[in-house]
């Protein structure tokens, strides 16, 4: 069983900054073995594929809506990935979930992730 706890979340100004953390676990886990991803659910919308990070850190992708604002890293000797988020606009505003892929590739399909955190809830005020 793998367990992710998300934090860094809470409210930010429009045109602020604010930094995610996903710390993994398990007992039988190795986390540089996997991709992990950032998704994001905001108030009546479906949830949406933020970033996604390969196993080593070396292959990034966003989706297009934050590309060049947020940057998605990965310390593996800490089983942690994280998610900085930079000028921040209302339409940010979600709970944002971590999530650790079944393989190493970095990919932007839902289906591809077998364990979830339990979100962090992101509000950006004006």
């Known amino acids: 069983q793998v367990t992710l706890v998300e934090s860094g979340g809470g409210l930010v100004q429009v045109g602020g900054s604010r930094k995610l953390s996903c710390v993994a676990s398990?007992?039988?886990?190795?986390?540089?073995?996997?991709?992990m991803g950032w998704f994001r659910q905001a108030p009546g919308k479906d949830r949406e594929f933020v970033a996604t990070?390969?196993?080593?850190?070396?292959?990034?992708y966003y989706t297009n809506t934050v590309e060049g604002r947020f940057t998605i890293s990965r310390d593996n000797a800490k089983n942690t990935v994280y998610l900085q988020m930079n000028s921040m606009q209302a339409e940010d505003t979600a709970v944002y979930y971590c999530?650790?892929?079944?393989?190493?590739?970095?990919?932007?399909?839902?289906?591809?992730?077998?364990?979830w955190g339990q979100g962090a809830q992101v509000i950006v005020s004006s």
């Open positions: 398990g007992s039988t886990f190795t986390f540089s073995e996997y991709a």
């Open positions: 990070i390969n196993n080593n850190g070396a292959t990034t």
């Open positions: 999530a650790r892929a079944r393989r190493n590739w970095a990919t932007n399909r839902p289906d591809d992730y077998e364990y």
